[in-house]
């Protein structure tokens, strides 16, 4: 069973900064994420992938709305990712999900992914 569990989220005002972590947790040792990835959705639009890491090597990739801003890294002893995102823009407001997978290489395809997480909730104000 593999649980992912995300947490930071809340309120900011444009231009301030919030750090997502997500938490990965498995009862089977035999996992081994390949990659994981940073989502968000808000009302009434698709699930768009924001960054994503893969695991071994630490490649990275960003969405163009992001580049520059947001920051995704990971510590692999702790079994943990974080999303670091600076300048926050209303635009940026979303449920943000963290997703995990055992295959390799970078992907901002949500069908890329087959574990999730809840989501937490961030909400950029003007």
């Known amino acids: 069973q593999v649980q992912l569990e995300e947490s930071g989220g809340g309120s900011v005002q444009a231009g301030g900064s919030l750090r997502l972590s997500c938490a990965a947790s498995t009862t089977t040792y035999r996992y081994r994420f390949g990659r994981m990835g940073w989502f968000r959705q808000a009302p009434g639009k698709e699930r768009e992938g924001v960054a994503a890491?893969?695991?071994?090597?630490?490649?990275?990739y960003y969405a163009d709305s992001v580049k520059g801003r947001f920051t995704i890294s990971q510590d692999n002893a702790k079994n943990m990712v974080y999303l670091q995102m600076n300048s926050l823009k209303p635009e940026d407001t979303a449920m943000y999900y963290c997703a995990a997978d055992l295959l390799v290489g970078v992907s901002l395809l949500s069908g890329s992914y087959n574990y999730w997480g809840q989501g937490t909730q961030v909400t950029v104000s003007s």
């Open positions: 890491i893969s695991t071994g090597t630490g490649s990275t």
